[in-house]
């Protein structure tokens, strides 16, 4: 995914498609993603051509949301105080 042909390792080539699994396995209609994502919703998009599923899951993409800590620019879920948890 934007990488030169066999400089990719196993995390790289696997983690896209469990993202687009995801997709799949919550039946997801809709997937509101960060730009930063594009590719991974358009895997999965794809993939219905491919399988033959009628129904594409559409894609919502917005800027990348700032972290909520002073000067960071991404907000990361690994961060706990620098993110918003929904349930």
Known sequence: ???LEGSLTSAQILYPL???TDIFFLKA???QLGV???KVNMLAREY???A???NK???LSHHM???LKAGQEKMSKSDPDSAVFME
């Open 1 to 3: 995914m934007g990488r």
């Open 18 to 20: 469990m993202q687009c």
């Open 29 to 31: 209609d809709i997937c």
């Open 36 to 38: 930063d994502q594009r």
């Open 48 to 50: 219905c051509v491919a």
């Open 52 to 54: 033959k599923i009628k």
């Open 57 to 59: 899951p559409i894609i």
């Open 65 to 67: 949301l700032y972290g």
